[in-house]
């Protein structure tokens, strides 16, 4: 059963930078993405990042693009993902979700079968 655990959420002030961490357990199969979501309140969950587990294939949602950086490192028994943001704003609050799903890969919810329970990321100006 594939799991997902978000860490490193917390106040930040805008301008500031945050690290989340996601570890990912209980699956292997080739061609599997990972990806970052961001969710406020009332609305749905945005796509942030995604990418690819063994090749490393990346992509970033338009409004991050220079201040987020997605990255992973594999073991055998599982992989972490890790999202860095810089220059923060306080548009970034939000709650934050890591998801799994195979090829094709996608920056849209609801195509993601697997999803950790967040970790939240207020931004304060």
């Known amino acids: 059963q594939v799991q997902l655990k978000e860490s490193g959420g917390g106040s930040v002030q805008t301008g500031g930078s945050v690290r989340l961490t996601c570890v990912a357990s209980?699956?292997?199969?080739?061609?599997?993405?990972l990806a970052w979501f961001r969710q406020v309140p009332g609305k749905g969950r945005d796509g942030v990042a995604r990418i690819e587990v063994e090749r490393g294939n990346l992509a970033y949602a338009d409004d991050v693009v220079g201040r987020a950086t997605i990255s992973v490192d594999n073991t055998e028994t599982q992989s972490t993902v890790y999202l860095e943001m810089i220059s923060l704003k306080t548009e970034a609050s939000g709650v934050y979700y890591c998801?799994?799903?195979?090829?094709?890969?996608?920056?849209?919810?609801?195509?993601?079968?697997?999803w950790g329970q967040g970790t939240q990321v207020p931004v304060a100006s």
């Open positions: 209980g699956w292997y199969q080739e061609r599997q993405c």
């Open positions: 998801a799994a799903r195979p090829w094709p890969y996608t920056l849209f919810d609801n195509t993601y079968d697997h």
